[in-house]
C-alpha cells in the first residue's frame, strides 16, 4: 500500500537530449550498457529500444522511489537488471566479469524532477518543506545539518565555490543569525534579507545548489564515477554526460579532454598526446529551442562524449 502512495506522487522526470544522448552512446545493439542515472527510467527505456537480444543494461540510481517508477516505465524487459547503489560506487555494483567490457555509461547529473517537486524532499525553495536535499536515505548529512551546524567560514565556502554566490560572506552570517532554521521557506528568507532586487531568485538558487551539492557530495562523487569509467569501459567503449551547472561541466570537460580534472594533456617522447580517453563531440551538445519549449528545465543542459582509447596510463 505505501508503495502505491509513493507512485501517486511521484513527478515524472522528462528525458533531457534523448535523442541525441542515446544516438551517441549506442554504438553495439548487442552490447553492454550502464544508465547510471535511472530516474524515472526515461532515457533506459529509449536504450534498450535500440538494443537487440542480446544486448544488456544496468539502470543504477540510489533513489527508491526512482527505481518504482523506472519499474513500471520499462516493464518486464529481462536485458534491464536494475541498481540500487550510489554511481560514484560503480565499480563495486556493476559484476567483475563486465569490467573492461561496458560499451557505454550514461550520465544525466543533476536533480530529477521529481526530488524538486517533492517539498519533503527539501530541494525546492518554491515549496515549503523540511531542510534535507539528500538525494537517498543512504546519504549522511542533511541540508539541515549544514545550515544550523557549520561554522561561518565553512557555511560560506559551501556557498561561494558550490553556489558560485559573490554575496557568500553576508548571507552566510545572516544564515547563522537567524539559526535554528527548520524549512525551506526560512532559509529562502534568510538569504532574500541579504540579496535585493531582480537578481534574488538567482541568488537563492545558487544557495540551495551549494548546499544541495555539499549534502551529496556531488562533485566528488561525480569525480569518482568519471575515474571508474576507465575501468569499466572497453577500448572504443564510450560515455555521454549531461550537466546543468558549469562546476560539473568543467569537470566533465577537463576529464574527456585529457584523462585528469585539470584539464592538461600528458605527451610522449614526440608531442603526442597520451590520454585514456578522447572528447568524440568537438562542440557541447545543447537542446533545441523546440525541446526547451516542451522542458523548460533543459535550458541548462550540456552534453558531452567521450570514448575510452585503451591507451595504458599506468
Same mark, same amino acid.
Given at each position: 500500500? &505505501?508503495?502505491?502512495?509513493?507512485?501517486?506522487?511521484?513527478?515524472?522526470?522528462?528525458?533531457?537530449? $534523448?535523442?541525441?544522448?542515446?544516438?551517441?552512446? #549506442?554504438?553495439?545493439? @548487442?552490447?553492454?550498457?550502464?544508465? +547510471?542515472? $535511472?530516474?524515472? =527510467?526515461?532515457?533506459?527505456?529509449?536504450?534498450?529500444?535500440?538494443?537487440?537480444?542480446? +544486448?544488456? $543494461?544496468? +539502470?543504477?540510481?540510489?533513489?527508491?522511489?526512482?527505481?518504482?517508477?523506472?519499474?513500471?516505465?520499462? +516493464?518486464?524487459?529481462?536485458?534491464?537488471?536494475?541498481?540500487?547503489?550510489?554511481?560514484?560506487?560503480?565499480?563495486?555494483?556493476?559484476?567483475?566479469?563486465?569490467?573492461?567490457?561496458?560499451?557505454?555509461?550514461?550520465?544525466? &547529473? =543533476?536533480? *530529477?524532477?521529481?526530488?524538486?517537486?517533492?517539498?519533503?524532499?527539501?530541494? *525546492?525553495?518554491?515549496?515549503?518543506?523540511? &531542510?534535507?536535499?539528500?538525494m537517498s536515505d543512504m546519504s549522511g548529512v542533511s541540508a539541515y545539518q549544514v545550515v544550523n551546524d557549520y561554522p561561518y567560514e565553512k557555511l560560506r565556502d559551501v556557498i561561494f565555490h558550490y553556489g558560485e554566490e559573490r554575496l557568500s560572506r553576508e548571507i552566510a552570517r545572516e544564515i547563522i543569525a537567524q539559526r535554528p532554521i527548520e524549512t525551506t521557506g526560512e532559509l529562502r528568507n534568510a538569504i532574500e534579507n541579504v540579496v535585493y532586487g531582480r537578481h534574488t531568485i538567482k541568488s537563492v538558487a545558487r544557495v540551495f545548489q551549494g548546499i544541495r551539492i555539499e549534502v551529496n557530495r556531488e562533485l566528488d562523487?561525480?569525480?569518482? #564515477?568519471?575515474?571508474?569509467?576507465?575501468?569499466?569501459?572497453?577500448?572504443? =567503449?564510450?560515455? #555521454?554526460?549531461? @550537466?546543468?551547472? @558549469?562546476?560539473?561541466?568543467?569537470?566533465?570537460?577537463?576529464?574527456?579532454? *585529457?584523462?585528469?580534472?585539470? =584539464?592538461?594533456?600528458?605527451?610522449?617522447?614526440?608531442?603526442?598526446?597520451?590520454?585514456?580517453?578522447?572528447?568524440?563531440?568537438?562542440?557541447?551538445?545543447?537542446?533545441?529551442?523546440?525541446?526547451?519549449?516542451?522542458?523548460?528545465?533543459?535550458? *541548462?543542459?550540456?552534453?558531452?562524449?567521450?570514448?575510452?582509447?585503451?591507451?595504458?596510463?599506468?
Amino acid at each position: 500500500m &505505501l508503495k502505491e502512495i509513493k507512485m501517486t506522487t511521484y513527478h515524472p522526470h522528462i528525458p533531457v537530449l $534523448l535523442q541525441a544522448s542515446v544516438d551517441h552512446l #549506442v554504438t553495439d545493439t @548487442s552490447g553492454i550498457y550502464i544508465d +547510471g542515472t $535511472l530516474g524515472g =527510467g526515461g532515457h533506459s527505456k529509449e536504450i534498450l529500444l535500440r538494443l537487440d537480444g542480446n +544486448g544488456v $543494461l544496468y +539502470g543504477v540510481d540510489q533513489d527508491s522511489e526512482a527505481h518504482e517508477a523506472a519499474a513500471l516505465n520499462i +516493464g518486464d524487459d529481462d536485458r534491464f537488471v536494475p541498481v540500487t547503489g550510489n554511481f560514484g560506487y560503480l565499480s563495486t555494483l556493476i559484476p567483475a566479469e563486465h569490467h573492461g567490457k561496458i560499451d557505454g555509461i550514461l550520465l544525466d &547529473l =543533476g536533480v *530529477s524532477t521529481h526530488q524538486i517537486r517533492d517539498p519533503e524532499r527539501g530541494f *525546492s525553495f518554491q515549496h515549503d518543506g523540511p &531542510l534535507d536535499m539528500r538525494m537517498s536515505d543512504m546519504s549522511g548529512v542533511s541540508a539541515y545539518q549544514v545550515v544550523n551546524d557549520y561554522p561561518y567560514e565553512k557555511l560560506r565556502d559551501v556557498i561561494f565555490h558550490y553556489g558560485e554566490e559573490r554575496l557568500s560572506r553576508e548571507i552566510a552570517r545572516e544564515i547563522i543569525a537567524q539559526r535554528p532554521i527548520e524549512t525551506t521557506g526560512e532559509l529562502r528568507n534568510a538569504i532574500e534579507n541579504v540579496v535585493y532586487g531582480r537578481h534574488t531568485i538567482k541568488s537563492v538558487a545558487r544557495v540551495f545548489q551549494g548546499i544541495r551539492i555539499e549534502v551529496n557530495r556531488e562533485l566528488d562523487v561525480l569525480k569518482q #564515477v568519471l575515474k571508474a569509467s576507465l575501468e569499466l569501459l572497453r577500448p572504443g =567503449g564510450r560515455i #555521454v554526460a549531461i @550537466s546543468y551547472h @558549469s562546476l560539473e561541466d568543467r569537470l566533465v570537460k577537463n576529464f574527456f579532454r *585529457s584523462g585528469n580534472f585539470e =584539464g592538461k594533456v600528458e605527451k610522449d617522447f614526440y608531442g603526442n598526446p597520451l590520454s585514456p580517453i578522447r572528447m568524440i563531440t568537438r562542440h557541447i551538445i545543447v537542446p533545441s529551442e523546440e525541446e526547451i519549449e516542451r522542458n523548460p528545465a533543459a535550458r *541548462s543542459a550540456k552534453m558531452r562524449v567521450a570514448e575510452k582509447t585503451g591507451e595504458d596510463t599506468a
